[in-house]
């Protein structure tokens, strides 16, 4: 489970970087061109 701004990410996957393909560390990416454009799915809102 991983947070965001007021909800939860339960699909989240924060384990070992190594064991994630296509996943990259902070180290590995170049200042200013970290990703920014994140796809949310499956986001419920209760009670707005």
Known sequence: MYSLW???NLWADIGNEKD???NYSLSEYPVHQLP???LVDGLVAIGS
């Open 36 to 38: 920014t454009n994140h």
């Open 6 to 8: 007021d909800c939860f």
């Open 20 to 22: 994630r393909p296509g």
